[in-house]
């Protein structure tokens, strides 16, 4: 009789013992497949991005973005540019910058801005542009993660031994969304006018050609949802002319610098099942709205520093946060 007491004990032991270990095991499963006891899907997250013109306002106005977007929401932080046009090119304030930003809790990308490089000029005057965006990819792009505290793994185009150079362009991905960042200044994608003086231009031209390629393939293969990218400049996609507008336009030569980066990234994305969402540095919109045409966004972050929601559920997948907007005007 003990012993059968003793026996049924062990059993009833055993199976509180199942219990927790199937429950667990179920625990475990619902993490691994994304889902949350609030009923969300892992693949919604938001990101933020800071506009150039924020960045105008010096050390203190990055400090600020830096330390508002610290939040555990936001999966990570684009910042357009380390210095305004009126700071000086120099390493000192370089490397002043790139401490900054490895204070930030969040996982951060740098995002290139022609008054980073583009429009820096020596002592005597002259286009100092090829020398600072080299040491810009010395500082803030030889490491294959992101910068802040918490890291991000990103893949460079440096990567690809062809393009060695172009360790600023880079993706990852969160959830069902690739990002990525193309080096396309504002100033008109740094063409020169001048003869003879757009090696620098025609040679990134190339780069990015393939880069932009290479992203939507891996959008493909993988079957993701959408393709964000990031540049300080607005390539104006949505603004592509169609049709018999087209085929006039491209009969005249054109000194637009985002021309064909233009007509490639609408040609990719006619061929993307997915969203396509721009997003710039630029400052045109007095209220940050992204626009749609197609299936082809555009958002300007301008002067200021914007968090965008992700969310799988809604059909436009993207949307901007108004209370962030509202709380940083009110600052």
């Known amino acids: 009789m003990q012993r059968l007491s003793i026996q049924r004990l062990s059993i009833q032991r055993l199976s509180i013992?199942?219990?927790?270990?199937?429950?667990?095991?179920?625990?475990?499963?619902?993490?691994?497949?994304?889902?949350h006891a609030d009923g969300r899907d892992e693949d919604g997250h938001r990101f933020a991005i800071v506009g150039h013109g924020f960045t105008d306002g010096g050390e203190k106005r990055l400090r600020e973005a830096l330390r508002d977007n610290?939040?555990?929401?936001?999966?990570?932080?684009?910042?357009?540019?380390?210095?305004g046009a009126n700071e000086p090119c120099s390493d000192k304030l370089y490397q002043k910058r790139r401490e900054l930003i490895d204070e930030a809790r969040r996982p951060v990308v740098v995002l290139p801005a022609g008054s980073d490089w583009a429009e820096c000029r020596n002592s005597a005057g002259r286009s100092n542009a090829i020398e600072r965006l080299n040491r810009m990819r010395e500082l803030f792009y030889g490491e294959p993660n992101t910068l802040g505290e918490r890291k991000l793994a990103l893949t460079r185009q440096s990567?690809?031994?062809?393009?060695?150079?172009?360790a600023e362009n880079a993706h990852w991905s969160v959830g069902k969304v690739?990002?990525?960042?193309?080096?396309m200044p504002a100033n008109n994608n740094h063409y020169l006018n001048e003869a003879g003086r757009n090696s620098e231009y025609e040679d990134r031209l190339v780069a990015n050609r393939f880069w932009l390629n290479r992203l939507f393939a891996i959008a493909r293969r993988d079957k993701l949802e959408a393709v964000v990218l990031f540049s300080e400049g607005d390539v104006k996609a949505l603004s592509q002319p169609t049709g018999l507008r087209a085929l006039l336009r491209s009969a005249v030569p054109d000194n637009d610098g985002?021309?064909?980066?233009?007509?490639?990234?609408?040609?990719l994305a006619q061929k993307f099942p997915g969203k396509v969402l721009l997003v710039d540095g630029t400052r045109v919109r007095a209220k940050p709205v992204i626009e749609w045409h197609g299936n082809v966004g555009h958002l300007a972050a301008g002067a200021d520093a914007l968090e965008v929601v992700v969310d799988p559920g809604t059909k436009t997948l993207f949307k901007v946060d108004s209370r962030k907007v509202e709380a940083a005007k009110d600052q």
């Open 17 to 35: 013992q199942r219990r927790r270990s199937y429950a667990l095991f179920a625990l475990l499963c619902a993490l691994a497949g994304g889902a």
């Open 70 to 83: 610290d939040d555990n929401a936001v999966a990570f932080l684009v910042v357009t540019g380390i210095k």
């Open 159 to 166: 990567m690809s031994p062809r393009f060695r150079s172009y």
């Open 178 to 183: 690739l990002y990525a960042t193309v080096n």
């Open 258 to 267: 985002f021309a064909e980066p233009r007509r490639l990234i609408m040609s």
